[in-house]
């Protein structure tokens, strides 16, 4: 037994051996190809690695406790320190399991006053178990879970009751990442098996095409041995060895190299570099797979052929395509005509060719997309802290006006208290400390997603168009071709009476209406200076029942979808009663349109007095005026139609807020930078101004930094950039194999045919014609496929980014769509370049080496 | 009287080329029988489909329409890889170039079948001994193709095709590409282990000499095969077992 295993694998190594290493330079591409393979999956193994340890120095950098109850009242506070002690009410299995820690520890100070109850308030910091430090491992992350669990059981439940004037706990708690050490590495590890899965079928993909491209032209061999007795077993087995014996000679260098490229990347970040032996293992495995399953459909397909039509491989069909096109070969349109129709003749050669070699250039685009988008993320506002306004006890009337004041009042705070480090970005002639907001915008909220019941309670100044059965009318001239969720308003299928304004409509229900209110209009103009405004956001408080002003976004899934100009017209329409039920089981634009069929409509006529360009969203936003009085400061107190109201049939009722505070560009240097200590001093005076505010009502107020959660996710996934654009530079490298192995084959399958040519009169300048003529035209054809290519892979990336992941995680960031212009310069250089020397390099070795007529004129054998 | 065994039987083989607009039919209803250890020559003029009907014997290329039978058992039928691996064992094949792979020695390419047919290594060792010196190879066995003559390769296309003992033959002008001494020498080489063995043998050739050694001979004359009556040496065969 053992014997026949030996004797099969010295058989076939020895056959392989001989194959590779006889033909290097056939299989030279193959020994590129799989480095770079290996390379990549290299980096990428080792760097995974590396993330996850990467990932917990984070955490535990960030965080040196696993637990937070914030709120304490001080007999809550008391009642915890005492049960905290050893030797104090703590039962003994539970000794020594958690602690509060202290200032000494290094943590922020607990205390704070609460200004409006004169009384203070404490936060609390926990640890579980203990933590080794100097491994920098977590000591059993589920005995800490275990005590966790334990901890919230027993003591979190107990410290509402100790505080029996509140009606709800007034205290918040929050499990760290400390505690989803684990969950954080589970990410990586999936990131990591999904990037493995692409990078596997991308490998496969390149091997495969080049092994066809190789087989392609030396078929010959195969058809010897299947007139042998090969069948595809044996066709596969050799193909399998030829590149395993190819895979063993890269793999120590690409191992090697790999380690070393992912050892530089981390090193100047001060991350710690682990080397894990079972990655290597995991690159052989990667890479064994890769040749196994590149060579299975080759393979297949060989096997299925005729050995003859394996063995006879000659086409100069060129030569003899008909006796008219033989007898003028030479003639006045010669080389030009006869080169131009060789390009249609080997049609799909030049075809598969151009595609799977700039393939990768559009990959490296990718690539350069992938990594700088990280950074571009910031660039964009997004909500520092969100604050819920009400509890389950409490419906909180309209947004308090009062806030708009506090917000000022907050922002004058902070440019007194901070003063000395704003003033030095004073500049000549600016006042930078005098004009400072520390708080940009606010956000007035609400639940736009409504939850079982929610609608019943007809509240929320935000309203998402689909619950309510409501669609906006939008005039074909202002919707952008190719939009998507639209259907087309065809009046006579309306069950009641239709919208009769002039002009075809389209309709959707992606739409959101947002309640704006007078009182508090100083936060919008904050909160929407933050986008580009094209018209006058101030004449929506100007609205009269007779001519209502809106203003509107542009865009729809964060892809602009809209042509508005302030003065355009959209309708609202409000559903006001049914003919007839609709199908429960439709969704989509199906529902929307059985619903224009089935439902009575009133219709509301908007004018756009502005229009937000490039605010991130899933659905367009309606900004509708709410307030019943549409000029209060002429105090002439006019009853006018709350829009809002009447289109939504809901009351604008403030549940929450979203602030934006100041935020410096990403990357940017010499300007003012929000730290940790500001936000936290924002973070302070916000709760002190809810608390002040809401004194009687208010229940849980979350305060959640979201801003600071991004950046620390882009610091921490920066040295993915490195990485990204290490993977895209390998990527780019596999074209120019591709170019030049298959045309260096494919002309050196040719010479015979220009030998022929040659012996009927051809000279050595029309050979060097066609040459130069194959070359430009497969420059010109690379130059067009590579910007579609480069376009289509930028384009992709950036749906991905603006509508793919938004709609998962629900949170959008809106990117604007950029070609990355440098790396599409490289692409079409490398593609064009590669183009043309992939035929000049065999025009050099053809002159240099070639078959005069002196040794018969017919060329290298086929062998 | 015993009943004849055939070695190799064709029913109304027909194979055609599409070319362009026309149908060029390359064998047309051609009909074989040969007996086991049978010597056939087919001889034709070039383009006569002589060797396209020797590769469709062999089962290297496909017939548009008829039967093949090697050893009572229908080629036609079978898939790629059943044929494959029936051909490693029953037949052997002679193309006019040796067609050897140039990355292996001699003796690598006499082996060639023997690895393709998953053979181990002690079931070779006396075909082998017995081939290389009838064929006189024992001082170029570990030598490439490249640094043996015309004649020598031809002679290691011989045993290659050879190891694996099949019970039928197919040369496709074996001697096509030597010249009279080296073809006369190779010539009778072949035979001289054929008939050693007992092989069936199917010979396309131009040359009327060799042919003349065969036990019948066959015209092909525009894909239409035929017993030459004129070259039925000794009255071996009738007509009628055509």
């Given at each position: 037994m053992f014997e026949r295993i030996w004797e099969y694998l010295s058989r076939h190594i020895k056959i392989a051996f001989k194959s590779v290493f006889f033909n290097f330079k056939q299989y030279s591409c193959f020994f590129a190809a799989i480095f770079i393979i290996q390379l990549l999956f290299g980096m990428m193994a080792i760097s995974a690695t590396n993330n996850n340890s990467v990932a917990y120095d984070q955490i535990a950098e960030e965080y040196k406790y696993h637990y937070v109850i914030r709120n304490l009242t001080p007999g809550q506070y008391d009642w915890l320190k005492e049960y905290g002690k050893n030797d104090a009410g703590i039962i003994d299995k539970n000794r020594q399991?958690?602690?509060?820690?202290?200032?000494?520890?290094?943590?922020?100070?607990?205390?704070?006053?609460?200004?409006?109850?004169?009384?203070?308030?404490?936060?609390?910091?926990?640890?579980?178990?203990?933590?080794?430090?100097?491994?920098?491992?977590?000591?059993?992350?589920?005995?800490?879970?275990?005590?966790?669990?334990?901890?919230?059981?027993?003591?979190?439940?107990?410290?509402?009751?100790?505080?029996?004037?509140?009606?709800?706990?007034?205290?918040?708690?929050?499990?760290?990442?400390?505690?989803?050490?684990?969950?954080?590495?589970?990410?990586?590890?999936?990131?990591?098996?999904?990037?493995?899965?692409?990078?596997?079928?991308?490998?496969?993909?390149?091997?495969?095409?080049?092994?066809?491209?190789?087989?392609?032209?030396?078929?010959?061999?195969?058809?010897?041995?299947?007139?042998?007795?090969?069948?595809?077993?044996?066709?596969?087995?050799?193909?399998?060895?030829?590149?395993?014996?190819?895979?063993?000679?890269?793999?120590?260098?690409?191992?090697?190299?790999?380690?070393?490229?992912?050892?530089?990347?981390?090193?100047?970040?001060?991350?710690?570099?682990?080397?894990?032996?079972?990655?290597?293992?995991?690159?052989?495995?990667?890479?064994?797979?890769?040749?196994?399953?590149?060579?299975?459909?080759?393979?297949?397909?060989?096997?299925?052929?005729?050995?003859?039509?394996?063995?006879?491989?000659?086409?100069?069909?060129?030569?003899?395509?008909?006796?008219?096109?033989?007898?003028?070969?030479?003639?006045?349109?010669?080389?030009?005509?006869?080169e131009m129709y060789s390009l249609w003749r080997f049609r799909k050669y030049n075809i598969q060719l151009l595609t799977s070699a700039i393939i990768f250039c559009a990959l490296f685009i990718c690539g350069l997309y992938l990594a700088n988008i990280y950074t571009t993320d910031l660039n964009y506002p997004r909500t520092q802290f969100t604050i819920e306004i009400n509890d389950e006890a409490t419906i909180v009337d309209t947004y308090s006006a009062s806030f708009s004041e506090s917000i000022q009042g907050i922002n004058a705070q902070f440019r007194e208290d901070f003063k000395e480090e704003l003033q030095k970005f004073d500049k000549d002639g600016e006042k930078f400390s005098e004009t400072f907001n520390a708080i940009t915008g606010i956000e007035p909220t609400g639940n736009a997603t409504p939850k079982p019941g929610d609608l019943d309670e007809k509240e929320g100044p935000t309203?998402?168009?689909?619950?309510?059965?409501?669609?906006?009318?939008?005039?074909?001239?202002?919707?952008?071709?190719?939009?998507?969720?639209?259907?087309?308003?065809?009046?006579?299928?309306?069950?009641?009476?239709?919208?009769?304004?002039?002009?075809?409509?389209?309709?959707?229900?992606?739409?959101?209406?947002?309640?704006?209110?007078?009182?508090?209009?100083?936060?919008?103009?904050?909160?929407?200076?933050?986008?580009?405004?094209?018209?006058?956001?101030?004449?929506?408080?100007?609205?009269?029942?007779?001519?209502?002003?809106?203003?509107?976004?542009?865009?729809?899934?964060?892809?602009?979808?809209?042509?508005?100009?302030?003065?355009?017209?959209?309708?609202?329409?409000?559903?006001?009663?049914?003919?007839?039920?609709?199908?429960?089981?439709?969704?989509?634009?199906?529902?929307?349109?059985?619903?224009?069929?089935?439902?009575?409509?009133?219709?509301?006529?908007?004018?756009?007095?502005?229009?937000?360009?490039?605010?991130?969203?899933?659905?367009?936003?309606?900004?509708?005026?709410?307030h019943q009085e549409y000029n209060s400061a002429t105090n002439q107190k006019v009853d006018v139609n709350a829009a809002y109201k009447d289109i939504t049939g809901r009351e604008a009722l403030t549940t929450k807020l979203n602030v934006y505070t100041y935020d410096a560009k990403y990357g940017e240097k010499d300007v003012f930078q929000m730290t940790d200590e500001h936000i936290t001093y924002i973070e302070n005076a916000l709760r002190k101004m809810i608390s002040e505010d809401r004194r009687n009502s208010t229940g849980a107020i979350v305060v959640t930094d979201?801003?600071?959660?991004?950046?620390?996710?882009?610091?921490?996934?920066?040295?993915?950039?490195?990485?990204?654009?290490?993977?895209?530079?390998?990527?780019?490298?596999?074209?120019?194999?591709?170019?030049?192995?298959?045309?260096?084959?494919?002309?050196?399958?040719?010479?015979?045919?220009?030998?022929?040519?040659?012996?009927?009169?051809?000279?050595?300048?029309?050979?060097?014609?066609?040459?130069?003529?194959?070359?430009?035209?497969?420059s010109v054809l690379s130059f067009i496929v590579s910007i579609v290519l480069s376009y289509l892979a930028s384009y992709l990336m950036f749906y991905a980014y603006n509508v793919i992941v938004p709609s998962f995680s629900g949170e959008y960031v809106r990117y604007t769509f950029y070609m990355p212009w440098y790396a599409l310069v490289i692409a079409v250089v490398m593609s064009v370049s590669c183009g043309f020397f992939s035929a000049y390099l065999p025009y050099k070795s053809y002159f240099k080496n070639r078959y005069s007529l002196e040794n018969g004129g017919g060329g290298k054998d086929d062998e | 009287m015993a009943k004849t065994e055939y070695m190799l039987q064709t029913e109304s083989v027909i194979k055609q080329y599409r070319q362009s607009d026309s149908v060029i039919t390359a064998v047309n209803r051609a009909n074989i029988k040969i007996e086991k250890g049978e010597f056939v020559a087919i001889i034709g003029s070039s383009g006569s489909g002589k060797s396209t009907f020797l590769h469709i014997c062999a089962g290297l290329d496909r017939a548009n329409a008829g039967r093949i039978l090697i050893d009572d058992t229908d080629i036609t039928k079978m898939n790629a890889d059943a044929l494959g691996r029936f051909r490693g064992e029953k037949m052997g094949f002679i193309y006019q170039k040796h067609h050897l792979i140039p990355q292996f020695t001699a003796l690598e390419n006499i082996l060639l079948p023997t690895v393709m047919c998953n053979k181990s290594d002690a079931s070779y060792q006396e075909s082998l001994r017995e081939l290389v010196e009838c064929l006189g190879l024992s001082e170029r066995l570990h030598h490439l193709h490249s640094e043996?003559?015309?004649?020598?390769?031809?002679?290691?296309?011989?045993?290659?095709?050879?190891?694996?003992?099949?019970?039928?033959?197919?040369?496709?002008?074996?001697?096509?590409?030597?010249?009279?001494?080296?073809?006369?020498?190779?010539?009778?080489?072949?035979?001289?282990?054929?008939?050693?063995?007992?092989?069936?043998?199917?010979?396309?050739?131009?040359?009327?000499?060799?042919?003349?050694?065969?036990?019948?001979?066959?015209?092909?004359?525009?894909?239409?095969?035929?017993?030459?009556?004129?070259?039925?040496?000794?009255?071996?065969?009738?007509?009628?077992?055509?």
């Open positions: 399991t958690y602690y509060i820690l202290t200032e000494e520890d290094g943590m922020p100070p607990i205390v704070r006053k609460n200004v409006v109850e004169n009384k203070e308030e404490y936060d609390v910091f926990i640890r579980f178990g203990k933590l080794d430090r100097d491994t920098g491992k977590m000591q059993s992350i589920d005995k800490i879970k275990e005590y966790c669990d334990r901890f919230e059981k027993n003591y979190v439940s107990k410290l509402a009751s100790l505080e029996v004037g509140y009606a709800t706990p007034n205290f918040t708690t929050e499990r760290t990442l400390l505690l989803d050490y684990e969950s954080r590495v589970a990410a990586n590890t999936a990131t990591f098996a999904v990037i493995a899965v692409v990078l596997l079928a991308l490998s496969i993909f390149l091997l495969t095409s080049i092994y066809n491209i190789r087989l392609n032209q030396y078929k010959f061999t195969y058809g010897i041995y299947m007139t042998f007795g090969a069948d595809f077993k044996m066709l596969f087995a050799t193909a399998f060895w030829e590149m395993f014996v190819i895979m063993l000679a890269t793999f120590i260098p690409a191992a090697l190299v790999s380690t070393l490229v992912v050892f530089l990347i981390y090193l100047p970040s001060g991350f710690k570099f682990a080397f894990d032996f079972t990655m290597i293992l995991l690159l052989f495995v990667f890479s064994t797979l890769v040749v196994l399953i590149s060579v299975i459909m080759p393979m297949f397909v060989t096997s299925k052929r005729r050995p003859m039509s394996l063995i006879v491989t000659e086409d100069n069909s060129n030569l003899v395509t008909s006796p008219r096109k033989s007898f003028n070969l030479l003639g006045k349109s010669f080389p030009g005509h006869y309203t998402e168009a689909r619950y309510i059965q409501s669609f906006l009318l939008v005039n074909n001239k202002d919707v952008k071709p190719f939009a998507t969720g639209f259907i087309a308003y065809n009046r006579e299928d309306v069950a009641d009476k239709p919208y009769e304004g002039e002009g075809s409509y389209k309709v959707t229900n992606n739409v959101v209406y947002k309640a704006v209110d007078n009182n508090n209009r100083d936060d919008l103009l904050a909160f929407l200076s933050q986008y580009t405004i094209e018209g006058d956001v101030n004449k929506i408080f100007e609205s009269t029942p007779e001519k209502q002003y809106v203003i509107v976004g542009d865009s729809i899934s964060n892809i602009s979808t809209f042509n508005f100009k302030e003065g355009d017209k959209i309708v609202a329409a409000t559903k006001i009663g049914q003919a007839t039920e609709v199908d429960s089981n439709l969704t989509g634009t199906n529902l929307l349109r059985a619903q224009i069929m089935c439902y009575y409509y009133k219709y509301t006529e908007l004018e756009v007095c502005a229009v937000i360009k490039d605010i991130p969203s899933g659905s367009v936003p309606v900004y509708v005026l709410n979201l801003n600071q959660l991004a950046e620390n996710n882009i610091k921490e996934d920066e040295h993915y950039s490195e990485l990204y654009v290490a993977i895209s530079v390998l990527i780019l490298c596999i074209s120019p194999i591709i170019w030049f192995f298959s045309q260096i084959l494919y002309y050196f399958k040719r010479e015979k045919e220009f030998n022929i040519i040659q012996s009927m009169g051809a000279n050595g300048s029309d050979i060097r014609k066609i040459y130069l003529i194959g070359g430009i035209s497969m | 043996l003559s015309g004649g020598q390769c031809q002679r290691v296309a011989i045993a290659r095709a050879l190891i694996n003992n099949p019970q039928i033959l197919f040369a496709d002008e074996p001697t096509g590409n030597l010249d009279r001494t080296n073809a006369d020498e190779v010539l009778r080489l072949l035979l001289k282990i054929r008939e050693t063995r007992g092989q069936t043998l199917m010979m396309v050739t131009h040359d009327l000499d060799i042919a003349a050694k065969a036990d019948r001979i066959f015209r092909m004359d525009n894909g239409i095969l035929s017993l030459d009556r004129d070259y039925i040496r000794g009255n071996k065969k009738t007509v009628d077992s055509f």
